[in-house]
């Protein structure tokens, strides 16, 4: 199954303090939450044309998805001047990212087989979509060290264009690694189910 590169929107609020500089703070808080969609279904065939059917649609693509994850950054950057120079004196990013997730709701209809294979897929799914989660905070904590690395400018309007254009290069650098992660995960999805699969079959017995 394709997976499409999560598109992100960025809302980083820049806020200008003057005051008196006493070192640089900074900090990064995630929010992670999960939702899901419901698919019915008693084959292989059945779940995977539901999932087709009933998958989250992401930014960007107008097919569907087994799963999805949104990401959306903010914060805030505080700024103080000293001796004729701005100097960033604070740093807040924040990323919350929401899991969306299928949920079979035939289960207790299905076969042992197709319970397993539904069991293997899904936790994959969910995997893939953790993933990118992480991905998104790894980023968010870049950018926080970038802006925080900043040197001292001659005015605070010059080091706010200097924390804008690292936003923006990191938001670029976060989407071209969510985008090679998907096509890595599509090129070895069949053998990596496969491998699950006969992983799982062997610990169960089946």
């Known amino acids: ?12 609020i820049l806020l200008l303090l003057c005051g008196i500089f006493s070192g640089a703070d900074a900090e990064v808080v995630a929010h992670k939450s999960v939702s899901y969609f419901d698919i ?15 998958g989250p649609v992401t930014m960007g693509s107008s097919s569907r998805h ?13 700024y103080a001047e000293r001796n004729g120079r701005c100097y960033i004196s604070d740093v807040k990013i924040t990323v919350d990212t929401e899991i969306i997730l299928p949920r079979w709701r035939d289960r207790r209809h299905a076969t042992r087989q197709l319970s397993m294979i539904w069991d293997t897929l899904s936790a994959d799914i969910r ?3 953790d993933r990118h989660a992480e991905i998104a905070r790894e980023h ?10 900043l040197p001292s ?3 605070c309007d010059t080091l706010q264009d200097q924390a804008n254009n690292v936003t923006t290069q990191e938001t670029q650098l976060h989407d071209e690694d969510q985008a090679r992660f998907d096509k890595i995960e599509a090129i070895n999805f069949q053998s990596r189910i496969q491998r699950l ?10």
């Open 140 to 149: 968010a904590r870049r950018m926080e060290k970038s802006i925080l690395a």
């Open 153 to 155: 400018a001659k005015d």
């Open 127 to 129: 995997r893939h979509e």
């Open 66 to 78: 087994p799963g999805a994850t949104k990401v959306r950054f903010g914060g805030n950057a505080t």
């Open 197 to 206: 699969m006969t992983y799982r079959s062997q610990q169960t017995g089946e």
């Open 1 to 12: 199954m394709p997976f499409a590169p999560r598109q992100i929107r960025v809302s980083l």
């Open 40 to 54: 019915k279904g008693d084959s292989a065939d059945a779940l995977d044309a539901a999932l087709n059917a009933h």
